[in-house]
Every structure is written in structure tokens, then in C-alpha cells.
């Protein structure tokens, strides 16, 4: 298991558009994709599931990730999230 911390800096936050990029971007990787934000869990598969989360420009988010190829899933998440997923 591996995880990073990282700042949501998309303007609007996790809403439908950059919860589809995330969602797409982290399906085919064989890991789990966990987001971890206000004591929750949510998958990172899952649209409804990162929009439900509710999360807002500048939250910190913890992303963590299990499985065979869980480094290059952790890395394509935080870069994801870091460039503002597709905003």
C-alpha cells in the first residue's frame, strides 16, 4: 500500500467533469484507488462515489492505492489532481 497527500486545485472542485477524468484515468490500473477525505473512504473508480465525497477547491485529500501496480496508479492520481484534472 502507498499513499501521498495532495491539494485539490481545481476551481470548482471533485464535480462531474473532473470526477469522470479521475474515475477513467485510475480504472485501468489492476490497484485499488482509494480517495480518504473527512474520515470517509471513497472509491476512486467510482464518478458518484468522488462527487458524493464533496470535495472543494483546497482540501487536502490523502490518495492511497493497493495492489500490483499501485506506484504508477499513486503517480498518475497525484498528477491528475496536481494539474487540476482537465480544468
Not at 470526477?19 to 480518504?36: E, H, N, R, Y
Amino acid at each position: 500500500m502507498v499513499s501521498q497527500k495532495v491539494k485539490v486545485t481545481n476551481e470548482q472542485g471533485m464535480h462531474m467533469r473532473p470526477a469522470t477524468v479521475f474515475s477513467a484515468a485510475v480504472t485501468p490500473f489492476d490497484s485499488d484507488v482509494k480517495i480518504l477525505f473527512n474520515g470517509n473512504s471513497y472509491d476512486g473508480k467510482s464518478v458518484m462515489m468522488l462527487m458524493a465525497a464533496c470535495i472543494k477547491c483546497g482540501a487536502e485529500i490523502e490518495i492511497q492505492c493497493t495492489g500490483s501496480d499501485e506506484e504508477a496508479a499513486l503517480a498518475k492520481a497525484v498528477e491528475l489532481v496536481e494539474s487540476g484534472l482537465g480544468d
